[in-house]
């Protein structure tokens, strides 16, 4: 199948590794030119090369999601680097584990710009591009704690449902624009915020991090935790014009670990 994606322009936050760069690697395979961010200018140089030396055409830059100005600029530097912006992969590292009241005003602010505030910003720079360009496709990766709240993750819980309503909403308003807004929830896929998350859980249970590690597969249906490629390849799709009457859905990519009907 064709996606469609040969000389997309592709914004991609979060890429130095883990989901980021599965999802920047997979729509680079089918011909989009990306442009990656991460907060560390040497990690996300390094995926970058990573990308070019597969032949690629792609940059990377140091952006803290968390700062509006450094998301301006890195979408500035896209639109002259490549003369507009097509598609978007809105993504950010996860916040600190811990329940509710566990954490005071400043953890709570730093989560919103962490997950929401970054996704508004991101939005926001590069829709006047899309628009001019005659549509676009925006993919937002939130958790499954937006449909079955994860102990211990109070703050990705409860930002995560704001990130997932806004992009529903924007999925209306930016219709008539033939602009498409989804959202892609990540099961256990095998990353390094998956594996820092095991961790916590065998210190929690007084177990080995691989047994922590077996239990949480055995919750799920496939009996293993995703690869990120699996992961990047969907998001790929729904980026793409293959998807092309898809917006405001939600799909899972977590070998069938949650139960919801919706």
Not at 47 to 56: D, F, Y
Not at 156 to 170: E, F, I, N, P, Q
Not at 246 to 257: H, L, N, P
């Amino acid at each position: 199948m064709d996606l469609g994606l040969k000389g997309k322009v592709a914004m991609v936050s979060g890429a130095s590794r883990g989901l980021g760069f599965a999802v920047a690697e997979a729509l680079a395979r089918e011909g989009a030119t990306v442009a990656i961010s991460s907060s560390s200018k040497e990690a996300i140089d390094a995926a970058a090369k990573r990308l070019s030396s597969a032949g690629a055409t792609a940059i990377g830059t140091a952006v803290d999601v968390r700062k509006g100005d450094q998301i301006a600029a890195w979408t500035t530097e896209t639109i002259e680097r490549f003369g507009g912006v097509d598609l978007l992969f809105a993504n950010a590292g996860g916040p600190p584990a811990g329940t509710t009241l566990s954490f005071d005003d400043a953890a709570w602010q730093n989560a919103v710009d962490l997950l929401l505030f970054s996704t508004i910003r991101m939005i926001r720079a590069a829709v006047p591009s899309m628009k001019s360009r005659g549509g676009g496709s925006i993919l937002v990766t939130t958790s499954s704690s937006v449909k079955e709240p994860i102990p211990n993750l109070a703050l990705s819980t409860v930002v995560r449902a704001g990130v997932s309503a806004l992009a529903k909403t924007l999925s209306l308003e930016l219709a008539p624009d033939r602009i498409r807004v989804n959202q892609i929830i990540p099961g256990r896929i095998d990353t390094d915020r998956v594996r820092h998350l095991d961790r916590i859980a065998a210190e929690k249970q007084q177990i080995s991090e691989d047994q922590a590690k077996a239990r949480s597969m055995a919750a799920i249906p496939f009996g293993r935790y995703g690869e990120p490629p699996e992961y990047g390849r969907v998001a790929a799709f729904m980026l793409s014009e293959a998807a092309g009457y898809m917006t405001g859905a939600t799909v899972q990519v977590d070998g069938g670990a949650m139960r919801s009907v919706l």
